[in-house]
């Protein structure tokens, strides 16, 4: 989504499911984990003390997901072949007008598994401009 990386790395085809587990970081959260610190390298767990364990591997640009006027809010950054969810948003950049492209999106995701569904597929202007419906 251009969203940079500010230090370390993107995810790459090393991080697959059986790699050890990696995440990038938000900046919010890597100063709220390790305050003063560098991140990379350093372990975390949602599950506690025991583990599993992710590396950070890259600290990410805050964001803003829902509406513009939202604070920044910690997020991890996963890679899909390590952390599959039912719920998952996929981000494409193309050139060209986006309905072309939807069907053959819907197309390549069956092909990779017929029992993922794919709904909600927009443009990214519908998503700002829901971010911004708040303010108008």
Request: some cysteine.
């Amino acid at each position: 989504m251009g969203t940079p990386i500010l230090r370390g790395r993107e995810f790459n085809d090393g991080d697959r499911e059986c790699a050890p587990g990696v995440a990038v970081v938000s900046e919010i959260l890597a100063e709220a984990l390790w305050p003063g610190e560098d991140p990379l390298g350093k372990r975390l767990s949602f599950e506690g003390r025991g583990g599993p364990f992710l590396e950070a591997v890259g600290v990410k640009h805050d964001v803003k997901y829902h509406y513009l006027g939202d604070a920044p809010r910690p997020y991890v950054y996963r890679p899909a072949l390590q952390s599959y969810e039912p719920a998952m948003t996929l981000g494409l950049r193309m050139a060209g007008e986006p309905h072309a492209f939807f069907a053959t999106v819907r197309e390549q995701v069956r092909a990779l598994d017929p029992r993922l569904p794919v709904a909600d597929a927009r443009r990214a202007v519908r998503l700002v401009a829901g971010a911004l419906s708040a303010q108008r």
